[in-house]
């Protein structure tokens, strides 16, 4: 299907009717929805589909670069490029248990791209739905090069929630964090559960590879479990931010929170011909399910 600047998005259905939308601009994730058709990602009101930013809402992939850089966009290009569509996927992997409802998208540097990031790579992007709903995401950076590179990488994952003020996060107490707020120094989380307030930009680091997102008014949970992806920002605008944000509505702060799986405090150096990968899976659970496992 066409997006409405005529970029193609392609649906990825399970054969219970769980559906993921991901569109060629920027291999970002448009739409996650469950069995009955419910959205469980947001995205503002407000949100363009056009270079050379991305949409704001989903779940954009951040890569070489997560966070300011001087001499790269903030959060790099990867998510502003048109990605192509791999019509002949390597099989299965034996660790890749979401089934066969999935498709890869492939993105390697324009000579554009090259003059201003000199490393070739190619960036593979599988996004799967699992047979229980499950929103899968891996991606694969191989480098081409005849050179070592680093880079940094996180999927900017906006959930949809009833109320911020009824959210909380566990899985990140007791971690350090660098507070993007204040000069990304560095602090010790000390409370329980993270509880929001006000605005919040910070990068949770050495996290466990599972954290949950609780919504107290829905009485539901996301799950957030990752792999290669050591780090966690959380963010949300709050009121101000929000204000000062052309394609994000006054309010919407209130219906959503980043969740962004990343590896960013140590960035991954891959020799040439090596391959890194970072999984992403998505579940939504009921409430009590938490409480009782
Ligand atoms: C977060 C960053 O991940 O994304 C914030 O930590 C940033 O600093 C926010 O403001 C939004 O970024 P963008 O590039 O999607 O506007």
């Not at 911020?164 to 329980?192: A, C, H, K, P, Y």
């Not at 963010?235 to 309010?251: I, L, Q, R, V, Y």
């Not at 405090?265 to 090596?274: A, F, N, S, V, Y």
Request: proline share 6%.
């Amino acid at each position: 299907i066409k997006d409405w600047n005529g970029i193609d998005q392609v649906v990825v259905r399970n054969p219970q009717g769980s559906s993921v939308k991901v569109s060629l601009y920027g291999g970002q994730i448009t739409s996650w929805r469950n069995e009955q058709g419910e959205e469980l990602l947001f995205t503002s009101s407000k949100a363009i589909f056009k270079p050379p930013k991305a949409m704001r809402g989903g779940i954009s992939i951040c890569f070489p670069q997560f966070g300011n850089c001087e001499s790269l966009q903030q959060n790099a290009f990867a998510r502003n490029r048109i990605w192509t569509i791999d019509e002949n996927p390597p099989p299965l992997h034996p660790n890749d248990s979401h089934g066969k409802s999935f498709i890869d998208l492939l993105l390697k540097p324009s000579e554009e791209d090259l003059k201003f990031w000199p490393h070739s790579f190619e960036l593979r992007l599988r996004v799967a739905i699992a047979a229980d709903g499950d929103l899968v995401l891996i991606s694969r950076v191989r480098n081409i090069n005849g050179k070592p590179f680093s880079f940094s990488f996180g999927y900017h994952t906006h959930l949809s929630v009833s109320d911020i003020s009824e959210v909380r996060i566990e899985g990140l107490e007791t971690l350090d964090f660098l507070d993007n707020l204040r000069q990304r120094e560095r602090f010790t989380e000390q409370g329980d559960a993270i509880t929001f307030e006000s605005e919040i930009d910070r990068v949770y680091l050495s996290s466990p590879n599972v954290i949950a997102v609780l919504d107290h008014e829905r009485k539901r949970t996301y799950v957030v479990r990752k792999e290669g992806l050591p780090d966690v920002v959380v963010w949300n605008p709050w009121e101000k931010k929000s204000k000062s944000m052309t394609d994000f509505g006054d309010e919407e702060y209130k219906q959503m929170l980043c969740v962004d799986g990343a590896a960013i405090e140590r960035p991954i150096t891959l020799k040439p011909g090596e391959e890194w990968t970072g999984r992403l899976t998505l579940s939504v659970v009921p409430s009590s399910f938490c409480s009782e496992h």
